[in-house]
């Protein structure tokens, strides 16, 4: 047998020792390493072993066996706090506010560190969206306009009550800067007229955030306009 | 701390893989690093994972349902496992409102995953929407669930919603279910 071979075979099994001892030190879930491949991986450069190298096996062998009893315990723990898991899940849905609940999350959350490009492709399939989407529009004729009917308008003052919801909104936008629009508008049509008013008018503008979608009512900026569709309530009947 | 040596081209090629995505789906798979990098793609991520460290940053592997798999599992066993760089430390409130996340949101989120987990990862839209309704603000619930099932946090299987792959590579579910003594600091 050459020395190369044993070698070779040597640090196989010293590979497999190191993740074994690896899974053992981490305390982590001990089902990560496949036993049954692992003893696979031991049988087949046994025979090429030497003196130090069945040293080594044996050891590896002593460590797979503690990882089957870490399994073991493993299986016996899990079992008992499986069966509380749903209870309290509930526990917790019940029992925590918004604001808490948001905290538990951030506690057991890692999100995905990632930066968006585009390819070129991906640019020209955009251009070729945005080409198919500025067709010629339909007129819309006043018998079509749908009526909503949660809103009893003759008897409310509209004028007054839109100058009313748009002074809030300017108020909104000097103390705090941007307001998220669903968060301003609340599913209420005459404030999402009032925002629709107020930008028309210049005295607002619109921010859509490119990652999270969110729309922001903004001081009005400078730049070219373009015209946006927002669902305001999601509803039997769908309102924008 | 030791300070880190200067990444060698290897290392510095696999954290552009896969830190920088085209498609909409992060992370990179176990093969299209080996293709890139070598057969020894393993232990340049591993080594990767060294510098990473440093920036509170770590490459982790998961299957296709977003299960954790461990880096020790071997290249073979690898090969079809999706890799993707995750916060190591936790998040405070305000760096989480910092990054655009909505405190509304996350707790939406949560209360979801913890409504799903307690119903074996699977349950009725319309139940869900339920409970959500009674609450958060029954405006935000809906599009704020749409959202997070195009983000991958949740999957829509017909009438019902599930666990998407994203939550469960990304969100520790027993850390969130089980009840802590001690309250997160906050920032």
């Known amino acids: ?240 | 701390m030791p300070r880190p040596r200067k990444p060698s081209e290897k290392l510095r090629k696999a954290a552009r893989l896969l830190l920088f995505r085209v498609h909409g789906r992060p992370g990179v798979k176990g093969w299209e690093l080996r293709r890139v990098l070598g057969k020894d793609y393993l232990d340049v991520v591993k080594s990767l994972n060294e510098y990473l460290s440093f920036l509170g940053l770590e490459v982790i592997a998961v299957d296709e349902e977003g299960n954790r798999l461990s880096l020790d599992s071997g290249s073979a066993g690898l090969s079809q496992a999706l890799f993707l760089v995750v916060l190591k430390d936790q998040l405070t409130l305000t760096e989480a409102k910092t990054s655009g996340w909505r405190v509304d949101d996350l707790a939406i989120l949560a209360a979801t995953l913890l409504y799903l987990t307690s119903n074996k990862g699977k349950a009725p839209r319309k139940v869900v929407l339920g409970i959500l309704k009674g609450k958060f603000p029954s405006w935000r619930v809906e599009a704020v669930l749409d959202r997070f099932v195009r983000l991958g946090y949740l999957e829509e299987r017909g009438e019902s919603l599930a666990i998407g792959w994203r939550a469960k590579a990304e969100v520790d579910l027993e850390k969130l279910v089980g009840i802590s003594k001690k309250p997160p600091e906050e920032e």
């Open chain 1, 1 to 240: 047998m050459s020395l190369t071979r044993g070698r070779r075979a040597e640090d196989r099994v010293r590979e497999v020792l190191k993740r074994v001892v690896s899974v053992l030190e981490s305390g982590g879930d001990p089902f990560t390493l496949d036993v049954v491949s692992l003893f696979d991986e031991l049988r087949e450069v046994l025979l090429e072993l030497e003196d130090w190298g069945l040293a080594l096996d044996a050891e590896t062998v002593r460590r797979i066996a503690e990882l089957i009893k870490r399994q073991e315990e493993w299986v016996e723990g899990r079992t008992s706090t499986l069966s509380l898991y749903p209870f309290l899940a509930l526990v917790k849905l019940a029992s925590l506010q918004p604001r808490e609940l948001a905290l538990e999350f951030l506690r057991a959350w890692r999100p995905v560190v990632s930066l968006d490009v585009l390819s070129l492709s991906d640019l020209f399939l955009g251009l070729e969206y945005l080409g198919t989407r500025f067709k010629p529009v339909r007129p819309v004729l006043l018998e079509e306009v749908p009526v909503f009917e949660d809103y009893a308008l003759e008897s409310l003052n509209l004028p007054e009550v839109i100058d009313e919801a748009r002074e809030e909104l300017l108020k909104t936008l000097k103390d705090e800067g941007r307001v998220g629009y669903l968060d301003f508008v609340k599913g209420d049509i005459i404030k999402a007229y009032a925002v629709s008013l107020a930008c028309s008018e210049g005295e607002a503008s619109l921010e859509i955030d490119p990652l999270s979608g969110e729309v922001y009512v903004v001081p009005p900026r400078e730049g070219e306009y373009e015209s946006i569709a927002i669902i305001v309530k999601v509803d039997e009947h769908a309102e924008t």
